[in-house]
């Protein structure tokens, strides 16, 4: 009995496992959530928002915004994070944010994304506000404006108004390190 005919139809398994390992070992060395922004080395996007009012009183959203020029005028660098209340992974991260929030080497910003201000206000008292402005984009257009394919995503801008990295997804312990160091840079 000839063996040569049986082994012709195992060359194609044997080509289908090795294309397998290589793809395999391509995901895991390449981390999706280092997938690089197409803002980043350009000036930082412009923003015009409305602030979430943390009082009882609704008329302080319609008087305060944040403005790029808020940002701008930031002598360290900038940390914005789009985030939303409905968001499981944007609680996953929350504790690198508090974090953040306690460095003196940087201002961070929030974007509220694509939630309603109850919620929101709602998921800061339970979890905690690290961010020193909270800025509402109801309908997504900065996200937009961004580029951003979901929350969370985080952008940390230089003092000079230039996007110097993104994380898309929830901030990591590298991620963290990476941005502190990044803000004593400056």
């Known amino acids: 009995m000839n ?11 044997g080509i289908f496992f090795v294309l397998s390992i290589i793809f395999v070992a391509a995901l895991m060395r390449d981390n999706p959530q280092r997938l690089v922004s197409p803002n980043v080395g350009k000036a930082a996007p412009e923003l015009d928002l409305p602030i979430l009012a943390f009082e009882e009183d609704p008329t302080q959203l319609a008087t305060q915004r944040l403005v790029s020029r808020i940002i701008a005028q930031s002598d360290r660098t900038v940390v914005i994070n789009f985030w939303a209340s409905w968001c499981t992974p944007c609680l996953a991260e929350h504790p690198h944010l508090m974090n953040l929030a306690a460095q003196e080497s940087l201002d961070l910003h929030g974007i509220n994304y694509k939630d309603t201000q109850e919620d929101a206000l709602q998921f800061l008292r339970r979890h905690g506000n690290p961010f020193s402005l909270v800025g509402v984009d109801e309908d997504g257009r900065a996200g937009i404006d961004w580029g951003i394919t979901g929350v969370p995503e985080t952008f940390v801008i230089s003092p000079e108004g230039r996007v110097l990295d993104h994380v898309g997804g929830p901030l990591t312990e590298d991620d963290y390190d990476r941005i502190i160091a990044l803000a004593r840079r400056r």
């Open 3 to 13: 063996t040569a005919p049986r082994l012709f139809y195992l060359i194609p398994i």
